[in-house]
């Protein structure tokens, strides 16, 4: 390695490519001054965590607590049940989306489906807005929006997830900051073993 140079920080991060926690790890690493990073997509808590003890990665990030949807029941469950050190406990403002597939129209969908803190964050307006639809939780609000745009979920479901995450995989947003408070923020954690 050249003299000076930077050692590659591998982040793993709870989420698929547009993700919340993406853009956790991508807040992260510009306000840490991490300029060589790389990107592990784990998906959940749990990968991140057993890929943090295992020497995968350097660096693991993932949500804690939401100011509306409080803890993160998944974290607490992974957390238990490994060993790490918190680096940093940070928080970034959450604005969750109604994503659909192209041409769909609100009056098509059937489903609303997205990680269990989206749907808490989002409780009274699909309560008001959509009584009459399933909500199914899923792994990540990215990897629902991923889902929607490979088929994997019928057309006729919408997802809540980022803006990002509508961008990346093509998605139209049916509305924006659907959040049941203006104020939304989640704490993350930066974890080292």
């Given at each position: 390695m050249a003299k000076g140079a930077k050692k590659l920080v591998i982040i793993g991060l709870s989420g698929?490519?547009?993700?919340?926690?993406?853009?956790?790890?991508r807040t992260y690493a510009r306000k840490a001054g991490v300029k060589r990073f790389g990107l592990r997509y784990l998906v959940t808590v749990e990968n991140v965590l057993a890929a943090l003890e295992a020497g995968d990665i350097t660096l693991g990030i993932f949500p804690i607590e939401n100011s509306n949807g409080g803890i993160v029941i998944e974290a607490v469950h992974a957390m238990s049940r490994h060993?790490?050190?918190?680096?940093?406990?940070?928080?970034i403002d959450i604005h969750m989306n109604l994503l659909v597939k192209k041409g769909v129209k609100a009056g098509q969908i059937k489903k609303i489906a997205s990680h269990d803190q989206a749907l808490k964050q989002c409780r009274f307006y699909l309560k008001r807005r959509w009584p009459k639809a399933k909500i199914e939780e899923y792994a990540d609000t990215a990897k629902a929006a991923a889902d929607l745009a490979k088929g994997v979920l019928p057309k006729t479901?919408?997802?809540?997830?980022?803006l990002a995450a509508?961008?990346?995989?093509?998605?139209?947003?049916?509305?924006?900051?659907?959040?049941?408070?203006?104020?939304?923020?989640?704490?993350f954690i930066a974890a080292t073993k």
């Amino acid at each position: 390695m050249a003299k000076g140079a930077k050692k590659l920080v591998i982040i793993g991060l709870s989420g698929a490519p547009g993700s919340f926690s993406e853009e956790a790890a991508r807040t992260y690493a510009r306000k840490a001054g991490v300029k060589r990073f790389g990107l592990r997509y784990l998906v959940t808590v749990e990968n991140v965590l057993a890929a943090l003890e295992a020497g995968d990665i350097t660096l693991g990030i993932f949500p804690i607590e939401n100011s509306n949807g409080g803890i993160v029941i998944e974290a607490v469950h992974a957390m238990s049940r490994h060993n790490f050190s918190i680096k940093k406990l940070f928080e970034i403002d959450i604005h969750m989306n109604l994503l659909v597939k192209k041409g769909v129209k609100a009056g098509q969908i059937k489903k609303i489906a997205s990680h269990d803190q989206a749907l808490k964050q989002c409780r009274f307006y699909l309560k008001r807005r959509w009584p009459k639809a399933k909500i199914e939780e899923y792994a990540d609000t990215a990897k629902a929006a991923a889902d929607l745009a490979k088929g994997v979920l019928p057309k006729t479901t919408a997802v809540i997830a980022s803006l990002a995450a509508a961008k990346k995989y093509k998605l139209t947003v049916l509305e924006e900051s659907i959040q049941d408070l203006k104020f939304n923020y989640t704490s993350f954690i930066a974890a080292t073993k």
